[in-house]
Each structure stands twice: as C-alpha cells, then as structure tokens.
C-alpha cells in the first residue's frame, strides 16, 4: 500500500512561487502516473498537472506556462512547481497516483491528506 505526503504549502503573496513536493512511502511510484489535484472552497476537485511514468507531462490551461510537475523516482517523489501565482490558485493541493491510458489520466485510489496553498496580498 502507497502512502502519499504533500508538503510545501503556505501564504503567498500574488506573483510568488511554491514548490509543492509529493513524498510516497510503501512502494514505488515509477509505474504509476502521478497527478496533482486541487479544491477550492465551494468547488468540484480539478485536475491541475499530471506526469507519466515516461516522464510526459501535461497541464490545466489555467496554470500552464505557470506551473512545473517533475519526478524524481530515484527518492519517490513528485513536485509541482508554481509560479506567478494568483489569488484563484488558492486551494487545498492533493497528489495522486493514477494510470495514463488513450491519452487520459485516471485517478486511482491513492490520495494524499492534500497542502493549503493561499494566494493573497
């Protein structure tokens, strides 16, 4: 069984940067496809970035240009890079492990306890 802690989170000020990290614990990650998710307050959670286990990445058209998913399989973890954040960025960041298949990332059941990200001047 895979266990998934976020970490990084926190209060920044509009046009700041995160670093979001995903460790996971129990198992290796390098099959899986790794997704980062976020819910904000009032909102349906979305897909915001996933990367394939070849490395293939692919974002929401909100965030690109802006934000960087990596991974790192040698120490199982996964990353989003955030910059020039904006206020409607604010949200509870969830990593997940999931499958890419026919061009689409499917979520499976592994979740992590997600990270408050807060854009605010």
């Known amino acids: 069984q895979v266990q998934l802690v976020e970490s990084g989170g926190g209060l920044v000020q509009p046009g700041g940067s995160l670093r979001l990290s995903c460790a996971a614990s129990g198992n290796t990650i390098s099959f899986y496809a790794v997704g980062w998710y976020r819910q904000a307050p009032g909102k349906q959670r979305e897909l915001v970035a996933h990367i394939t286990s070849e490395n293939l990445a692919d974002y929401v058209d909100s965030v690109k240009g802006r934000f960087t998913i990596s991974r790192d399989n040698a120490e199982n973890t996964v990353y989003l890079q955030m910059n020039n954040l904006k206020p409607e960025d604010t949200a509870v960041y969830y990593c997940?492990?999931?499958?890419?298949?026919?061009?689409?990332?499917?979520?499976?059941?592994?979740w992590g306890q997600g990270t408050q990200v807060t854009v605010s001047s």
């Open positions: 997940n492990l999931g499958y890419y298949t026919r061009g689409t990332y499917l979520a499976a059941d592994y």
